[in-house]
């Protein structure tokens, strides 16, 4: 259950780093709210995570998850510019953490 909190918390990374970079500085009421909830809730589940998993493990793979997605869908809405070589490090990133997965 800790590993699926975990990657959850990860994916709502990726949305309250969204959120917040749409926010304009937490001026606009809606993606404040979501930055707000999504930060609560994807903090939540790292720190429930953490009651059973390795501190050092949690945080790596809860980062690598969040951040990994969040450049993800910056290049699939055009907000950033896609590379292949970007895709490729980003693969990388996703392959670490499975194998810290796989580690455990």
């Known amino acids: 259950m800790a590993w699926f909190v975990l990657v959850l918390s990860g994916v709502l990374e990726a949305v309250w780093a969204t959120a917040l970079g749409r926010s304009d500085g937490l001026s606009r009421l809606w993606p404040s709210v979501t930055f707000g909830v999504a930060l609560v809730a994807s903090m939540a589940g790292?720190?429930?995570?953490?009651?059973?998993?390795?501190?050092?493990?949690?945080?790596?793979?809860?980062?690598?998850?969040?951040?990994?997605?969040?450049?993800?869908?910056?290049?699939?809405t055009g907000a950033e510019e896609f590379s292949l070589v970007k895709m490729v490090l980003l693969l990388g990133v996703v392959g670490c953490v499975v194998g810290l997965k796989l580690a455990h």
């Open 46 to 76: 790292l720190g429930y995570a953490m009651r059973t998993l390795p501190v050092g493990t949690s945080y790596a793979i809860w980062v690598g998850i969040g951040a990994a997605l969040t450049v993800a869908f910056a290049m699939a």
